[in-house]
């Protein structure tokens, strides 16, 4: 079990990265950047970052939801605060 998270943490953050490379979506690298200026460091941004895309992956999987880039962009813009803290 340990090793499917680590799989799946690993899977996200390549997730993440590809975004910031990409600038797709720029909300992403705009995150990163504003998370990291405030303090927080790289594997916790990640972490962060990973969290408002888990959102969008559960809904995708789970409730056969399209992408909402939306709620993702709303996410982000929240972070540190934790979509599921609301």
């Given at each position: 079990m340990e090793q499917?998270?680590?799989?799946?943490?690993?899977?996200?953050f390549e997730i993440i990265e590809?975004?910031?490379?990409?600038?797709?979506?720029p909300i992403t690298k705009e995150t990163y950047d504003r998370?990291?200026?405030?303090?927080?460091?790289?594997?916790?941004?990640?972490q962060l970052?990973?969290?408002?895309?888990?959102?969008?992956?559960?809904?995708t999987i789970e409730n056969s939801e399209p992408f909402d880039e939306l709620r993702y962009t709303n996410n982000l813009k929240a972070l540190p605060e934790l979509p599921w803290e609301e």
């Open positions: 499917d998270s680590e799989i799946t943490r690993e899977a996200i590809n975004q910031i490379r990409g600038n797709d979506p998370l990291r200026k405030d303090g927080h460091a790289h594997e916790e941004t990640m970052i990973g969290c408002a895309l888990s959102v969008e992956i559960f809904e």
